[in-house]
T-cell receptor, first 110, second 113 residues
Framework: KQEVTQIPAALSVPEGENLVLNCSFTDSAIYNLQWFRQDPGKGLTSLLLIQSSQREQTSGRLNASLDKSSGRSTLYIAASQPGDSATYLCAVDYGQNFVFGPGTRLSVLP | DGGITQSPKYLFRKEGQNVTLSCEQNLNHDAMYWYRQDPGQGLRLIYYSQIVNDFQKGDIAEGYSVSREKKESFPLTVTSAQKNPTAFYLC????????????FGQGTRLTVV
């Protein structure tokens, strides 16, 4: 069964810290992996998409890496800000549909 | 502005009623999806459609129905057979090919009263 897990479930850090969110998937036959941000009561906003042939993608203070063979992806957030507070979800594209992890709830304290 | 529009934002359903959630996209995407999100849980796939006039069941399709008569539209009906419909419903779309980035609507919160 294709499963996606995320660690930690919740994270609270002071402003300015660098942090890493983890995503693991059981089936490595992926097309792509996508990281999303979700604010309370809102839809999902796409942050980064990594194709299966890529190792990492960067956008501003965000860097996502992909290790397909070990079934892992990490989202690195540099110099965190209170506005980064949200739930972060990873989604694995297996061609027919996307399988989502449960998310990491991030709180950045001023 | 290109994107996905879900309506309504909030929906209340009485016991035994069918209700329909709207999802429209102007991104010219072939694939569309419906997910359900419950508090503290990840997104679970209800139905998806890769092409007009065709759709497949996801992991939790029981009590739901969909149609895909137009490329732009993928409405979801929550039927009276769905015993626990209170949840946040999200619609998404993506293009075909290797670079299939998914885009989401803002969601519909359905509450049974």
């Amino acid at each position: 069964k294709q499963e996606v897990t995320q660690i930690p479930a919740a994270l609270s850090v002071p402003e300015g810290e660098n942090l890493v969110l983890n995503c693991s998937f059981t089936d490595s036959a992926i097309y792509n992996l996508q990281w999303f941000r979700q604010d309370p009561g809102k839809g999902l906003t796409s942050l980064l998409l990594i194709q299966s042939s890529q190792r990492e993608q960067t956008s501003g203070r965000l860097n996502a890496s992909l290790d397909k063979s070990s079934g892992r992806s990490t989202l690195y957030i540099a110099a965190s800000q209170p506005g980064d507070s949200a739930t972060y979800l990873c989604a694995v594209d297996y061609g027919q549909n996307f399988v989502f992890g449960p998310g990491t709830r991030l709180s950045v304290l001023p | 502005d290109g994107g996905i529009t879900q309506s309504p934002k909030y929906l209340f359903r009485k016991e035994g009623q069918n209700v329909t959630l709207s999802c429209e996209q102007n991104l010219n995407h072939d694939a569309m999806y419906w997910y359900r999100q419950d508090p503290g849980q990840g997104l679970r796939l209800i139905y998806y459609s890769q092409i007009v006039n065709d759709f497949q069941k996801g992991d939790i399709a029981e009590g739901y129905s969909v149609s895909r008569e137009k490329k732009e539209s993928f409405p979801l009906t929550v039927t009276s057979a769905q015993k626990n419909p209170t949840a946040f419903y999200l619609c998404a779309s993506s293009s075909e090919g290797s670079y299939t980035e998914a885009f989401f609507g803002q969601g519909t919160r359905l509450t049974v009263v």
